[in-house]
């Protein structure tokens, strides 16, 4: 005699099976913190555009000497602005 066809049973055992696998797939997921992460590169964005800058960030004063046209040279004095964690790292550079 030729089975066919799924009986109930089985497709049952099947669907419960598929969702651990599904389960288990979307808990060791590395996705998890972007998230969190874009709402830091957003927080950090904001501070760059209205020049808020807390603790986090780190200032400095820095001279920059640009040669224009190969011959003339001009000499900059720029703020740099520095943020620095484990994952991301950030400069801004500002002109006095």
Do not use: W
Not at 30 to 47: A, H, Q
Not at 57 to 84: P, R
């Amino acid at each position: 005699m030729d089975k066919n066809s799924f009986t109930l049973f089985e497709t049952l055992i099947s669907i419960f099976l598929l969702s651990i696998i599904i389960v288990g797939f979307s808990k060791s997921s590395n996705y998890d913190n972007f998230d969190e992460e874009y709402m830091l590169l957003n927080e950090i964005e904001n501070s760059f555009n209205i020049k808020n800058y807390n603790s986090n960030f780190s200032k400095s004063t820095k001279t920059i000497k640009i040669i224009k046209n190969g011959t003339e040279e001009e000499t900059l004095l720029v703020n740099q602005i520095a943020y620095e964690n484990k994952k991301i790292k950030l400069k801004k550079y500002e002109i006095k």
